[in-house]
Each structure stands twice: as structure tokens, then as C-alpha cells.
T-cell receptor
Framework: NAGVTQTPKFRVLKTGQSMTLLCAQD?????MYWYRQDPGMGLRLIHY???????AKGEVPDGYNVSRLKKQNFLLGLESAAPSQTSVYFC??????????FGPGTRLTVL | GIQVEQSPPDLILQEGANSTLRCNFS?????LQWFHQNPWGQLINLFY???GTKQNGRLSATTVATERYSLLYISSSQTTDSGVYFC?????????????FGTGTLLAVQP
């Protein structure tokens, strides 16, 4: 089992460009999450999903969109990147009452 | 919402020493997890421990839910134990169905 995988691992964008981060999990988890981690701010929840076709806002959803068309995939989109979105992005998945498993992270820099 | 406090914020150990990390939370929880983020940024789930005691090798954890705290014990520390340790909590019956992360304990194990 690969667990939780993320694509890409690194990306540099210019302000105003768009991109999509892909998360995939092979553990049949219902719940999937996108977090961002910034120095001194800890882990902050952007969006999450409790099942295929559902999404919900977390603590810091502005500037991001998500989609969960398939149970195993959770996509995070940035429509118009801003320097404030420079961060490390982590995807995670879990059962409702179970351990949370994280992907390896995507380091995004917006110039 | 639930407040999560971890102590100490920083800890430096010599290899072979033991340590105890603490996580206090402000309300009742039915999901508590401990994570290790290594110096390369990878987040690993150590324990799912809403109550009771668990052990995994040199690591063990105890949660006393009635007193609203959890402890992570590291025995015979090794340099590979370095990194940040996070606890995260959730109350399924609460207003928010999302894990709340503490700010972490930064551990450095010196050879």
C-alpha cells in the first residue's frame, strides 16, 4: 500500500497563476483533508471531505477550492496564486474514528 | 472550541535520556492522537489514544481523559527521535468535527 501520496512535491508559481494539487489514498478512507503548515502557525485546516462528492470549509478556506469526485482522490486548487499562499501543503486521510495519515507534503512558493 | 496546550515547547536531550511530553486540553475529547514530524517534514502518526495506555517500542503514551491530559514518553532517546511532536484532539459531539492540533514540542536529541 502506498498510503497517502501527493503530487507534485515542489512547485514555484508566479502571482496570479493557477495550479492543482493532487492527493490520493489507497486505504479506503472516508475522510480526507488539506492542511497548510507555516512557521509559527502550526497546522491549519483548509478544506475537508467526509465522503465522495462532499466538501466542507476548514479554518482558512479563502483562495482555495477543492473537489472529491472519487473516494480515493482529493484535489486542492489555487485559482489565482498569491505570495501569502507560499506554504507546505499536507493532505491527510482517515476513517471517522481512526488514526490520521498524512501525505509527504507539497512545498509551494509563490513569487 | 477546544484549546490544546503542549509542554515543554522546546527540549534538548542527550542520546540515551528519557523524556515526557505533555498535552493538556480544555474540554472532553473522544479522539486524541500523537504525531512526530521529522526534520525532513514528514508527519507520522504515533498513537491513536483517546484513553488508556499504549506502547510501541521505546515510545508509550497515556491519556487520562477525565483529567484532560495526555503524556508521551520517549525512553532511551536516539537522534532519529528529533523533530516536532504534535498532539491533536477531537470531540465528535462538539461544534466542530475536526482535529485540533497543539503547537508542538520541538525535540532535539544530541549524540
Amino acid at each position: 500500500n502506498a498510503g497517502v501520496t501527493q503530487t507534485p512535491k515542489f512547485r514555484v508559481l508566479k502571482t496570479g497563476q493557477s495550479m492543482t494539487l493532487l492527493c490520493a489514498q489507497d486505504m479506503n478512507h472516508e475522510y480526507m483533508y488539506w492542511y497548510r503548515q507555516d512557521p509559527g502557525m502550526g497546522l491549519r485546516l483548509i478544506h475537508y471531505s467526509v465522503g465522495e462528492g462532499t466538501t466542507a470549509k476548514g479554518e482558512v478556506p479563502d483562495g482555495y477550492n477543492v473537489s472529491r469526485l472519487k473516494k480515493q482522490n482529493f484535489l486542492l486548487g489555487l485559482e489565482s496564486a498569491a505570495p501569502s499562499q507560499t506554504s507546505v501543503y499536507f493532505c491527510a486521510s482517515s476513517y471517522l474514528r481512526g488514526s490520521l495519515f498524512f501525505g509527504p507534503g507539497t512545498r509551494l512558493t509563490v513569487l | 472550541g477546544i484549546q490544546v496546550e503542549q509542554s515543554p515547547p522546546d527540549l534538548i536531550l542527550q542520546e540515551g535520556a528519557n523524556s515526557t511530553l505533555r498535552c493538556n486540553f480544555s474540554d472532553s475529547v473522544n479522539n486524541l492522537q500523537w504525531f512526530h514530524q521529522n526534520p525532513w517534514g514528514q508527519l507520522i502518526n504515533l498513537f491513536y489514544i483517546p484513553s488508556g495506555t499504549k506502547q510501541n517500542g521505546r515510545l508509550s503514551a497515556t491519556t487520562v481523559a477525565t483529567e484532560r491530559y495526555s503524556l508521551l514518553y520517549i525512553s532511551s532517546s536516539q537522534t532519529t527521535d528529533s523533530g516536532v511532536y504534535f498532539c491533536a484532539v477531537l470531540n465528535y459531539g462538539g461544534a466542530t468535527n475536526k482535529l485540533i492540533f497543539g503547537t508542538g514540542t520541538l525535540l532535539a536529541v544530541q549524540p
